[in-house]
């Protein structure tokens, strides 16, 4: 099989900086880093472009509108198809449905055949209706699912791929940046911890679905019989969204015990210096990006059984998991953590590893490149 670099068209239509922009990016510079010739092209004014530019990669960008518009989508479809002939492009990957048409539309007017990708990343079902149909069929070589729920999303569909173009390939993180080592003190101060206090954290962007309005009946439940447990919110939220959570924490009897620290830069050191973390996500979770963090940064994990969690930890090994919406479940759970300092070590230990073996970036590009060569085949 040829082994040349790749020329890889990356699209990615997101707006904000969530875990599944993450993970293309992430994809955008271990590709770089092996030799491969990524090009990288996301949504004007948003998160990807703003990302790209602080860390001066090249890239490029489309208006993606989120519903259709004709002439937007014309703009945006005769811009696609002077780039990829322009960078004479092998193969294009896209990441969500918006990009997922629009290179699908700009590949019916290119000369050659350039096999297009989907990586999906979400567990929400794709609609089975005939436009559907007509893109996973005739328009798309390959589909890449970050755990088997989010394969099995995909329905009916799956039948319309060739054999053997559906695979799952979990994520990675950077195990270097995410590491028990940073574990430090000062942090913990910062949320408030005393030298004998346990750190139990939620890192996630506040929305409903990631489930912090659980956690906090949870702390409020665990208050009285654990003194010494400290609670963290932390995640990307303007003070307009954080302020519900505070109304919640005060009226539970819990605010001077829960620091609500917003978006943090250096996420791996607040990641390394709790005792506890926690997903408490209710609903959609095709994978969990923290989940994989936090094993990588050594700390035992409680998380809720939804999406591809379950795929990714090991219940009662790198994690606890729990029913989703269930706050004295949540709490059970983190208690069983605070009560004991092996089974904190025990679990979190195993994470370390699991993630290690798991969820390395040469693991993810490996199996990434080797699927692109596959759909490059035929």
Known sequence: MDMKPLKILIINSGRKWIGEVAHCFT???????????????????????????????????????????????MRDILKLRRLIQQEKIDLVHCHR?????????????????????????????VKQHLFNRWLYKRRTAGVIAVSHQTAQSLGRLQRYLPPGR?????????????????????VRAT???????????????????????????AAALLGKKFPQARFVLAGRGDEQRYEPLKRIASELGIAGRVAFLGYQPDIASLMASLDVGVVASIGSEGSSRVAIEYMASGIPVVATRVGGIPELVEDGKTAILVEPGNAQALADAIGRLIASADLRESIGKCG??????????DRFIRETVEFYRACLEK
């Open 97 to 125: 449905g918006k990009d997922h048409w629009l290179a699908a539309m700009a590949l019916l007017f290119t000369r050659r055949r350039i096999p297009l990708v989907r990586t999906r990343h979400v567990v929400m079902p």
């Open 352 to 361: 370390r590893e699991r993630a290690e073996r798991l969820f390395n970036f």
């Open 191 to 217: 949320c408030g911890a005393r030298e004998n206090d346990l750190l139990v954290g939620l890192v996630a962007r506040v929305q409903r679905i990631k489930g912090q309005e659980y956690f906090l009946q």
């Open 27 to 73: 994809l955008y510079e271990e590709l770089r880093r092996r030799g491969h010739r990524p090009t990288l092209v996301c949504r004007n004014g948003w998160a990807l472009m703003h990302k790209a530019r602080e860390l001066g990669y090249p890239f490029y960008t489309l208006q993606m509108h989120g519903r259709f518009r004709l002439r937007g989508d």
């Open 166 to 186: 559906l695979r799952v390939v979990y994520g990675a993180v950077d195990l270097e940046q995410l590491s028990p080592g940073r574990r430090n003190n000062a």
